[in-house]
Every structure is written in structure tokens, then in C-alpha cells.
């Protein structure tokens, strides 16, 4: 048989496993602006023309991007699922000839609607003309009030938008475990921090077991959140009988409390975590942060800035604010609720994230070869991970390391499974300093020294 004299034969062993983002935000609002379930931007200009600017969903993409300079990460709107889109004329524009437009697209059709009113008509009229254009069997629209109230069957689709002169708010009843579920299902990988315009105690003890969960999968988690909740601010009892007293009771590591007066109107557990996520994940701090358009811990009441002794009950609930010190206006605490940092939380992730798919790529690209248990294929396994403790310190994560090591001897079980065991490190935090404490002395100094 005739034989080339040389043959050559290059396989490709280029195949990676993939990575969830740790950079990435979500804000999640109940809203019908869009289909999907979440919606990528890249800076406020996007926005606009798409979000209503009176709408909490406006409101906290600002204050995100706001804390940004040219950042290219994205933001994600969520979209929590609504039962019914409730439409109103505006006020400054009732007794005028204004012409007021909406579309409303379901599962099957899409609808568009006009009506130009006289300076003659009332709310009531106007949403009443609106409500008889509309004819469709999938859409159920009602007048009352001067309020259109728009709503679909619980297994459709509902989208509002194109919406002219009229404001508009939105009713649910979609829980966390479903929200958080139906967003997971569409897109699992392209965030990592959560924060929703919901703040109800029911609804954020909720989430914060929905993610606190996902520390033991793939794609873990962070939820944001912040409150005005006047507990907060006074002396801690036990049992907690505020939110972010119970939160810390559960001890939850994957939520990250931030305590405002203006919890509701700005979102502000946006500003912090929109600052830090240009950065690689788990170097920088959650405690110094500068931040824009939040405003200063005050009292919900007198609107003042509150006095240190106000600030240490939100301390010991391990919830952060922002506050002035020496004149200068920055973020104080950085813990999660159960009292770690937030970045210890964020690096434990992302170097999780790192030994496991760096691991799974050094086993998918053996072309035509195996790792046998050698002493020569554990080295492989041993150099994978110890690249990422390598890595992590000159990150400034790690101090240092103990590196890796793996018994010389597998037992006969874990052989025949193909599992190795008793693959062990042990890496030392670098942490952060946040507080310093000086100890000096001032004396005379002798006049003559010999």
C-alpha cells in the first residue's frame, strides 16, 4: 500500500468551558415595556425613548450608568411579569387637544391605538374612547376613574408601549421563586448582582432565600437591596423585628443590605454595586465608595443627617449607607447580612468559577489522550489550580497560598468511579483596611544628648 512520506495530523484542543459574568447588574421592575425577560443597555442614551422617565425602571438605570465613566458593561432591565397595565391620562394634558396613542402586543396580535381628544373631554372620556378601539379577544381593557386598565390571560404575553400623555403603573402578583426562576430560564450567565424596586418585606425575604441558593450552582448569585424601614435606626432587639434585622438573623451570605430614607424613590443599592462592577471581580472594596445622586443616611422624618449613634444600629444589622466623615460624603460598612465582606463573597465566586472551568477545559482538550491517575496527570490538576491561586494573588485577593496538593494514593473505589479526591489548598486572604488605629506620644526632648 502506497504511503504518503509524510502525513501530518493536528487536532484542535481549543475548547473552553465558559463563565458566568461577575460583573454584570440586573434591576428588575413590574413592567410591560418588552417581551423578553430581560433587556441588555449599554449607557442612559439607550434608554431613553424606550422607558417612561417618571418610571422606577428609569429611575434606577440613571443612578446606575450615573456612577459610571464610559464603563462598556451592560445593564440589565428585568422584567417582572404583570397582571395588568393601568394607563392614565396626564394631567397637564386633560382639556386639551392632545392625541394619545398606545400599543398593545399579546402573544397573537398587535394593537395600535389613537384617540385625539377636545377641550371639552375629561380623563373619563379619553380612557373610555381609548377602551372601545379596543378589539381584540386576547386583550381585556375596562374603563373606570379616568383609568384604562389594560390586562391579558395569565398564560399570555403583554407588552404596552409606544405610550403617549398618559403615565403609566403596573399590578403583580408574580412571586420571587417564579420572577427569579423565569429569569434564570432565559438568561442565567450575563449578570451576577440582582436588585428588584420591590422592598416589601415579604417579597425580599423571599428573594433572599431564592438566592441565597444559588451558591450551590454554576451561576451564583448577589441580591442588592436597600430600605428606609425606621427600625433600622434604633437599638437591635431579639427576636429582630426589622428587615434587615432578620435577614442577618438568617445570616445570609448572598444578600447586601444598604439602609436609605430614600430607599423607594432612588434605589440607591444600585449606586455601589454599578461602581465596583467595572473592576475585576472581588479586588476592590465595598466600603469609600463616592457615590452619586444617593444622599446621606437621614432621618425619614426631619430629613438630617443622622448622628453616629443612629448609624451604628444600622452597623450591627451589617447593612452599609453613605455618610459624611471629616467632610467627605462615602459609603460605610460593606458586609452581607450574615456579617462577611462582600467582596470576600465575590472572590470566593470567582475563583470557584476559575478552578472549575479551567479544570473542565484541561479535560476536554486531552485529544486522543487521557489524565491517568499518575503522579504525572495530578500534576496536571495540580497546576491548573494553583495557576488560579497564582493569579489570585497577584490580583491582590490572596496574600499567598498553601499550594495544592492530592494523596499519593487513590483508593480503589474512587478508581474505578474516576473520581480524584483529596484535592486540598489552602489560600490566604489579603483583605482590605478599613479603619486604623494610631497609638503616639508627645514628650520634650532633652536639651542636651550625649
Known amino acids: 500500500?502506497?504511503?504518503?512520506?509524510?502525513?501530518?495530523?493536528?487536532?484542535?484542543?481549543?475548547?473552553?468551558?465558559?463563565?458566568?459574568?461577575?460583573?454584570?447588574?440586573?434591576?428588575?421592575?413590574?413592567?410591560?415595556?418588552?417581551?423578553?425577560?430581560?433587556?441588555?443597555?449599554?449607557?442612559?442614551?439607550?434608554?431613553?425613548?424606550?422607558?417612561?422617565?417618571?418610571?422606577?425602571?428609569?429611575?434606577?438605570?440613571?443612578?446606575?450608568?450615573?456612577?459610571?465613566?464610559?464603563?462598556?458593561?451592560?445593564?440589565?432591565?428585568?422584567?417582572?411579569?404583570?397582571?395588568?397595565?393601568?394607563?392614565?391620562?396626564?394631567?397637564?394634558?386633560?382639556?386639551?387637544?392632545?392625541?394619545?396613542?398606545?400599543?398593545?402586543?399579546?402573544?397573537?396580535?398587535?394593537?395600535?391605538?389613537?384617540?385625539?381628544?377636545?377641550?371639552?373631554?375629561?380623563?373619563?372620556?379619553?380612557?373610555?374612547?381609548?377602551?372601545?378601539?379596543?378589539?381584540?379577544?386576547?386583550?381585556?381593557?375596562?374603563?373606570?376613574?379616568?383609568?384604562?386598565?389594560?390586562?391579558?390571560?395569565?398564560?399570555?404575553?403583554?407588552?404596552?408601549?409606544?405610550?403617549?400623555?398618559?403615565?403609566?403603573?403596573?399590578?403583580?402578583?408574580?412571586?420571587?421563586?417564579?420572577?427569579?426562576?423565569?429569569?434564570?430560564?432565559?438568561?442565567?450567565?450575563?449578570?451576577?448582582?440582582?436588585?428588584?424596586?420591590?422592598?416589601?418585606?415579604?417579597?425580599?425575604?423571599?428573594?433572599?432565600?431564592?438566592?441565597?441558593?444559588?451558591?450551590?450552582?454554576?451561576?451564583?448569585?448577589?441580591?442588592?437591596v436597600s430600605s428606609a424601614d425606621a427600625e433600622t435606626i434604633t437599638p437591635l432587639v431579639d427576636p429582630a423585628d426589622d428587615l434587615f434585622g432578620k435577614l442577618q438573623e438568617l445570616g445570609y451570605v448572598r444578600t447586601y443590605p444598604f439602609w436609605s430614607a430614600n430607599s423607594d424613590s432612588v434605589f440607591p443599592e444600585l449606586a455601589p454595586i454599578a461602581t465596583n462592577a467595572i473592576y475585576q471581580p472581588g479586588v476592590t472594596t465595598y466600603k469609600f465608595m463616592q457615590l452619586k445622586a444617593v444622599g446621606n443616611a437621614a432621618d425619614p422624618v426631619t430629613g438630617k443627617d443622622l448622628r453616629t449613634a443612629r448609624l451604628?444600629?444600622?452597623?450591627?444589622?451589617?447593612?452599609?449607607?453613605?455618610?459624611?466623615?471629616?467632610?467627605?460624603?462615602?459609603?460605610?460598612?460593606?458586609?452581607?447580612?450574615?456579617?462577611?465582606?462582600?467582596?470576600?463573597?465575590?472572590?470566593?465566586?470567582?475563583?470557584?468559577d476559575r478552578i472549575e472551568s479551567r479544570l473542565l477545559t484541561l479535560l476536554l482538550n486531552q485529544v486522543g489522550g487521557k489524565i491517568p491517575f499518575t503522579p504525572e496527570g495530578k500534576q496536571k490538576v495540580i497546576n491548573v489550580i494553583d495557576g488560579v491561586l497564582q493569579e489570585s494573588v497577584n490580583l491582590g485577593i490572596l496574600s499567598g497560598y498553601i499550594g495544592t496538593t492530592i494523596p499519593e494514593i487513590t483508593s480503589f473505589e474512587d478508581q474505578a468511579h474516576r473520581i480524584l479526591d483529596q484535592v486540598k489548598f489552602t489560600g490566604f486572604l489579603a483583605g482590605a483596611i478599613h479603619f486604623i488605629n494610631v497609638s503616639g506620644k508627645l514628650t520634650y526632648k532633652d536639651e542636651l544628648i550625649n
Open 1 to 224: 500500500m502506497y504511503r504518503d512520506t509524510i502525513i501530518s495530523n493536528i487536532s484542535l484542543a481549543t475548547t473552553a468551558a465558559e463563565s458566568p459574568s461577575f460583573t454584570n447588574i440586573l434591576f428588575v421592575t413590574a413592567n410591560a415595556y418588552f417581551e423578553d425577560r430581560l433587556m441588555a443597555f449599554s449607557s442612559l442614551d439607550e434608554v431613553k425613548g424606550l422607558l417612561p422617565t417618571d418610571s422606577n425602571a428609569y429611575k434606577g438605570l440613571r443612578l446606575a450608568f450615573s456612577q459610571r465613566n464610559g464603563a462598556p458593561q451592560p445593564i440589565y432591565l428585568g422584567r417582572r411579569k404583570v397582571d395588568s397595565v393601568v394607563l392614565e391620562p396626564k394631567v397637564d394634558r386633560v382639556g386639551k387637544i392632545t392625541q394619545y396613542v398606545l400599543t398593545v402586543k399579546s402573544d397573537e396580535k398587535d394593537l395600535t391605538v389613537t384617540h385625539t381628544s377636545t377641550t371639552a373631554e375629561t380623563a373619563e372620556n379619553i380612557v373610555e374612547a381609548l377602551k372601545n378601539k379596543i378589539d381584540n379577544s386576547d386583550i381585556t381593557a375596562a374603563a373606570a376613574d379616568g383609568k384604562l386598565t389594560i390586562s391579558v390571560s395569565t398564560s399570555k404575553k403583554l407588552v404596552v408601549c409606544d405610550v403617549s400623555n398618559m403615565t403609566q403603573s403596573f399590578t403583580t402578583s408574580e412571586t420571587a421563586a417564579d420572577l427569579l426562576s423565569a429569569i434564570m430560564e432565559e438568561n442565567d450567565s450575563d449578570w451576577y448582582v440582582m436588585s428588584c424596586e420591590d422592598h416589601t418585606e415579604t417579597f425580599v425575604m423571599a428573594m433572599a432565600a431564592e438566592i441565597e441558593a444559588t451558591g450551590s450552582s454554576n451561576t451564583p448569585k448577589i441580591y442588592a
Open 312 to 352: 451604628g444600629y444600622i452597623e450591627d444589622r451589617n447593612a452599609s449607607w453613605q455618610s459624611r466623615e471629616r467632610g467627605v460624603d462615602f459609603v460605610h460598612g460593606g458586609k452581607v447580612a450574615g456579617g462577611e465582606w462582600l467582596d470576600v463573597i465575590i472572590a470566593r465566586d470567582w475563583m470557584n
